[in-house]
């Protein structure tokens, strides 16, 4: 079987399958680009990876996890790795790093009244300090080449294992961010296939290649979880005052459970210690 995908304005095909092919000569577990062609924006036929994808099986799997967030976690970096030489240069980097964070701030603005919202009750001076010091790790994170259209719809499952797929961009971003946002189902619920044993896995791989320790690389990782649950909330209580995107408002038109689903996803364990850690045991 193949997949065929046609590009659009904006995306051609040619520098996605470019793309896939300098993955696949570091084996990367992405598809194996068939043929591509046409004129711009074009066409392009890739191995079909398999008939699920995490967010599907979050459906269907009661505690999503089954080891699929460290095979998730080694995708990830070893895409990483395998982009890195295209992403050096310095005066870039640092563009993209204050990008990201002025496309953050708004977010993490509204984000301890939705973290309000979701435990019913004010944070306390001493945790919406935690949280400030939760923000600052997550905004340490220096930002790498990858994927821009990452979610758990791009990651695959089939019989030869996992694969990520869609490249149509890529640029800086923060690499746990990516983990966390691969990770994290959203179709008919919220789960999450990062656990304690995943970002474990994740941080030691990185550090390895990383100039920093692997605990660091594991507090960050669950700061950006941490972060995009407070996210999800802030979005989730928008769709509960009716004032979502009609999209939105169809696919999340079940608050209550989804409400319950952040809580559970908020106040897990990922670390031993660590700022995100300090701040979900606040609220346990």
Not at 56 to 72: K, R
Not at 107 to 136: D, G, K, M, Y
Not at 248 to 258: G, K, Q, S, Y
Request: with cysteine; net charge negative; glycine share 8%.
């Amino acid at each position: 079987m193949l997949a065929l995908k046609f590009g659009v304005e904006g995306q051609p095909t040619a520098k996605e399958a470019s793309i896939l092919r300098w993955l696949e000569r570091s084996t990367c577990p992405t598809p194996h680009v068939i043929a591509s062609g046409g004129a711009a924006p074009g066409w392009m036929a890739t191995e079909w990876c398999g008939d699920a994808t995490l967010d599907d099986l979050a459906a269907c799997v009661t505690g999503l996890g089954f080891g699929m967030g460290q095979e998730l976690a080694a995708a990830l970096l070893s895409v990483e790795k395998a982009l890195a030489p295209l992403g050096d240069a310095r005066k870039a980097r640092e563009h993209a790093s204050a990008a990201l964070r002025a496309q953050f701030t708004p977010w993490l603005e509204e984000a301890p009244h939705a973290i309000s919202w979701l435990l019913n009750r004010p944070l306390s001076e001493q945790e919406t300090q935690a949280f400030t010091t939760v923000v600052n790790s997550a905004l340490s994170c220096e930002p790498v080449t990858g994927s821009l259209d990452y979610h758990a719809r791009n990651v695959v499952t089939g019989t030869d294992g996992m694969h990520l797929v869609d490249f149509p961009t890529v640029g800086f971003d923060w690499s746990e961010r990516r983990l966390a946002q691969y990770a994290l189902a959203t179709g008919k619920g919220f789960a999450s296939a990062l656990d304690e044993g995943a970002v474990v896995s994740y941080a030691v791989s990185a550090a390895s290649f990383r100039s920093i320790a692997p605990q660091e690389v594991a507090h960050r990782a669950d700061a950006h979880d941490l972060l995009l649950i407070a996210t999800a909330a802030v979005q989730l209580q928008i769709v509960d005052g009716g004032r979502a995107h009609p999209e939105r408002a169809a696919a999340w038109h079940d608050v209550l459970p989804r409400r319950k689903q952040l809580r559970s996803l908020l106040t897990r364990r990922l670390t031993q210690d660590g700022p995100a850690e300090a701040f979900r045991g606040q609220l346990r």
